[in-house]
């Protein structure tokens, strides 16, 4: 199966039946949680969406329960799904996981201003959240060079879980997260994002985080 395909498989379900006007007042209404945590952060939960159309300006989502990698080998992938559901309660890369960074204001607002062809967008999760993250990881997969493990190699689990005890994840202080720039796994079942290309300052300022 090529990478193309794999994503495919990924792509949450998507309403795109939305205006941003409507979406801002969904927002306030039903991300409460969500919206809390991204003022007292000062920072917005920020992701790249591959798969945005071109006239997308405001969507609503639904995770996966069934996510599967892009890159990382799948017994590998299973095997980390495994321990984060010994040590949090989830299986934190697979199951209804939304995985965003944490971005100032003034990096939202220079993105707007680049006008990049690559879709970037702010995303809201919806309802009350779990979420894990690391203040040592920027982006398990990479730091952790899971594509590349040996996996043949009967070490490779030692190795990986040792890793993993190693790092540092935690369930709490989603303010430092955001402001992190790391690699946060939100478990929700959907969320509301707007793409950045497709709005304007005043409705920053409109969600109130400064």
Known sequence: MSR?????????????????EDMVLNIKKKCKQSLGYMKKAKSFMWRYEQSVKENDEAYKAYTRRDRRPL???ESVHSFIDG??????????????????????????????????????????????IEFLWSPRIKDL??????????????????LLEGNLNNAGYEDTNMKNALRSGNEIMIHCKSYYGMVLDRIDEDILDELGIA
């Open 71 to 73: 890159d990382t080998p």
């Open 141 to 158: 997969t990479n730091d952790m060079s899971l594509e590349d493990i040996w996996y043949g190699d009967d070490e490779w689990q030692d």
């Open 4 to 20: 193309l395909d794999n994503y495919m498989l990924n792509e949450d379900k998507r309403e795109t039946d939305y205006n941003i």
């Open 83 to 128: 321990w984060f559901k010994r040590e949090f309660g989830w299986k934190a890369r697979s199951n209804n996981v939304l995985f965003i960074e944490g971005r100032p204001k003034r990096s939202i607002l220079n993105i707007m201003d680049r006008k990049s062809n690559i879709k970037q967008t702010i995303v809201f999760p919806i309802g009350n």
